[in-house]
């Protein structure tokens, strides 16, 4: 069972890393061809109803994949009463939503916002559709079949959009994109998930799921605010144009940690839960996927920001270079993101939920107001105390890991932070090394080629457990398939 477990649990990070890999080198290259031909004002007009689409999401799935995950035993009736609340509460969603355009056109003073509001809006409906067929996937560990929905997704979409916007349709073409890849993507989950909806619909287990699943709903409603309010705040007090270079900034620091953090969250719940019942060995496997995470976590967003302004002008032009500097800001805390995700994972495996609830909570609040004081001194400002915050918080999950299962905060910094140290002393060598050269593209790979070899040289000398246990999984399954 031991190996079983460890074995799931290797496969699944490494299927939930290839997918995201693939997922954001997808993105990386539809994302090239449409910031060419899109403007700033372009991903800001859909940047600004971001974060009505993604609270209206969390509304319909409502928490209730995280509490089937942690059933030991699911019937018919749990996944299809799911099944019939999530479209429920998406049609009801999307009305109140289309009734209230005009209303969030009018806060933003962005009359286009209404048409394009509605159109965006679809996409609620339609990923309501594949909610209990993703939990079903998810609770049984079918990583590579979800993986290979995400992948074709983003290559329809990608394709998608990258048309209608050389076609001319601006900022109708993003809207577009993203409803295929919401389409796409619950049709593949229809066509790997076995179970199928019934008209004979019975609520009740919805009244058993509500009490943990209710929390975990507020906890995403406030996560969604969390991550998207200095969207809201820029939105409201300055222009388009703004939102669009911190919409830009956004989205390529995230793209090294969607990567991770979708590797991690494949698995972590399901993992956890799985061994809930042991105390002592669920934490071996929380400490084993800390120190997994960091390993990979740091040197990738450290990167990112390393090589960030020679990124921005090869692949979408100097018109974004104002991106760059909130691009290297948001990357710090972006390397702290997925750590905090498993911090979060934990607590939702072991049916603590409250504790989740109210540290986002906590954080939101203080993210909030320290947004809100610093938008005099402008977009660095609250990016800067956005990201102070984000680190901040993530010891305060440190803090309550170690009361949940006795690992203590010293000894997850030391599964941590040797990996950032070696990052940084790796990326500050290459810097040293590569300033003088003025050539864009000599200087981007060798900051890539040099950075990754010093980072995998001084953790091979340094004997670190993870580099080797890494690449020995690796060796071995490159061994049975040849055999």
Not at 120 to 148: D, E, N, P, Y
Not at 361 to 390: D, E, K, N, Q
Request: net charge positive; charged share 10%.
């Amino acid at each position: 069972m031991r190996s079983s477990l460890k074995e799931k649990t290797a496969q699944g990070l490494l299927w939930g890393g290839l997918s995201n890999g693939v997922q954001q080198v997808l993105n990386l290259l539809f994302g090239i061809f449409l910031a060419r031909m899109l403007t700033p004002d372009d991903y800001g007009m859909v940047g600004m109803l971001l974060i009505f689409s993604q609270l209206a999401t969390a509304l319909q799935e409502s928490g209730f994949t995280a509490a089937l995950v942690n059933q030991k035993e699911i019937y018919h009736d749990d996944y299809n009463a799911v099944f019939w609340f999530s479209i429920s509460v998406s049609v009801g969603m999307y009305l109140i939503l289309f009734f209230c355009a005009p209303l969030i056109a009018n806060f933003y003073d962005t009359p286009e916002l209404v048409s394009l509001a509605r159109y965006q809006f679809i996409g609620i409906v339609l990923s309501a559709l594949g909610i209990a067929q993703s939990a079903f996937l998810f609770k049984t560990l079918q990583v590579k079949q979800r993986a290979i929905a995400l992948m074709v997704g983003h290559v329809i979409s990608g394709i998608v959009g990258v048309f209608m916007a050389w076609a001319g349709f601006a900022y109708w073409g993003i809207a577009t994109q993203n409803l295929t890849y919401i389409g796409v993507i619950t049709a593949i989950y229809w066509y790997y998930s076995p179970w199928r909806p019934t008209f004979h619909i019975n609520l009740a287990p919805i009244k058993r799921m509500i009490g943990f699943g209710g929390k975990l709903l507020i906890t995403k409603i406030l996560n969604r605010v969390n991550d998207n309010i200095l969207t809201v705040i820029l939105g409201r007090y300055y222009t388009t144009n703004d939102v669009g270079f911190y919409n830009q900034a956004y989205k390529w620091s995230s793209m090294g940690g969607y990567m991770i953090t979708g590797m991690t969250s494949s698995v972590a719940q399901p993992v956890l839960a799985e061994v809930a019942n042991e105390k002592e060995r669920q934490k071996q496997v929380f400490k084993k996927m800390l120190g997994f995470v960091a390993f990979i976590s740091f040197p990738v967003m450290f990167g990112l920001g390393f090589i960030a302004e020679e990124l921005i002008c090869i692949t979408i032009t100097d018109k974004w270079l104002s991106s760059v500097p909130l691009m290297q800001m948001l990357c710090i805390s972006g390397a702290f993101v997925p750590m905090t995700v498993l911090c979060q994972q934990l607590f939702v495996s072991r049916g603590k939920a409250d504790i989740y609830m109210w540290n986002i909570i906590l954080s939101g609040i203080a993210i909030t107001i320290g947004c809100l004081l610093a938008s005099p001194y402008g977009i660095h400002g609250m990016v800067c105390i956005y990201v102070g915050i984000y680190i901040a918080w993530f010891f305060i999950w440190l803090s309550f890991v170690w009361k949940e299962i006795n690992l203590t905060l010293a000894k997850a910094c030391i599964e941590i932070f040797p990996f950032a140290l070696t990052a940084i002393v790796a990326m500050e060598a290459v810097q040293l090394l590569t300033k003088d050269i003025d050539n864009i593209y000599y200087t981007i790979c060798l900051k890539i080629t040099l950075s990754a070899i010093l980072y995998v040289g001084i953790l091979w000398m340094t004997k670190a457990t993870m580099l080797r246990e890494s690449i020995n999984y690796l060796l071995h399954k490159k061994i049975e398939k040849d055999s």
